[in-house]
T-cell receptor, first 109, second 118 residues
Framework: GQNIDQPTEMTATEGAIVQINCTYQTSGFNGLFWYQQHAGEAPTFLSYNVLDGLEEKGRFSSFLSRSKGYSYLLLKELQMKDSASYLCAVAGSQGNLIFGKGTKLSVKP | DAMVIQNPRYQVTQFGKPVTLSCSQTLNHNVMYWYQQKSSQAPKLLFHYYDKDFNNEADTPDNFQSRRPNTSFCFLDIRSPGLGDAAMYLC?????????????????FGPGTRLTVL
């Protein structure tokens, strides 16, 4: 079967660093995406990884290990506006994008 | 600005009354997708168009249909909405299809239409 696991909820403090993990088991792999979704809004693209390693983009970084079926999203210098759900999604071999249920991040002052 | 536009943002319909949701894009992307997202759940792909090629997911109910009259527009028709169809409906686009493993497969989402069924 196809499965994407990520924690349901996380809490962190403004200014801190938080790491959101994602593990996946899918039939085929054509890349992993991270999206941010504020409540009641559409997902917005954050990052894309298809090769192993770390991709850095400002305060956000994403890491991929294909052999371990594992990725994480790292958020630095947290701001209140980072409170949102973070969706991990894998492009499978059938041309479909499989989403995890998302991790709801709450940033507290 | 180039974008994915969905109208309306909020739609209320009655049980069994057909409803159409619309999506347009100015990105000139080849692929357009429709997702259903219920509260606290992952977006679920209903179908997608690669140009005029329609691709239906195996578990998408027959109650859901789609039309893509041209590159810019795509419609979601719900023929007889039930209470269980109340959800956020998300339209997304990408330059290329999903199987290429390239950054051009990144999907860009519209703001969504929240459907309420009374």
């Amino acid at each position: 079967g196809q499965n994407i696991d990520q924690p349901t909820e996380m809490t962190a403090t403004e200014g801190a660093i938080v790491q959101i993990n994602c593990t996946y088991q899918t039939s085929g792999f054509n890349g992993l995406f991270w999206y941010q979704q504020h409540a009641g809004e559409a997902p917005t693209f954050l990052s894309y990884n298809v090769l192993d390693g770390l991709e850095e983009k400002g305060r956000f970084s994403s890491f991929l290990s294909r052999s371990k079926g594992y990725s994480y999203l790292l958020l630095k210098e947290l701001q209140m506006k980072d409170s949102a759900s973070y969706l991990c999604a894998v492009a499978g071999s059938q041309g479909n994008l499989i989403f995890g249920k998302g991790t709801k991040l709450s940033v507290k002052p | 600005d180039a974008m994915v536009i969905q109208n309306p943002r909020y739609q209320v319909t009655q049980f069994g009354k057909p409803v159409t949701l619309s999506c347009s894009q100015t990105l000139n992307h080849n692929v357009m997708y429709w997702y259903q997202q219920k509260s606290s759940q992952a977006p679920k792909l209903l179908f997608h168009y690669y140009d005029k090629d329609f691709n239906n997911e195996a578990d998408t109910p027959d109650n859901f249909q789609s039309r893509r009259p041209n590159t810019s527009f795509c419609f979601l028709d719900i023929r007889s909405p039930g209470l269980g169809d109340a959800a956020m409906y998300l339209c997304a686009t990408s330059i290329t299809g999903l199987a290429g493993g390239r950054a051009t497969d990144t999907q860009y989402f519209g703001p969504g239409t929240r459907l309420t069924v009374l």
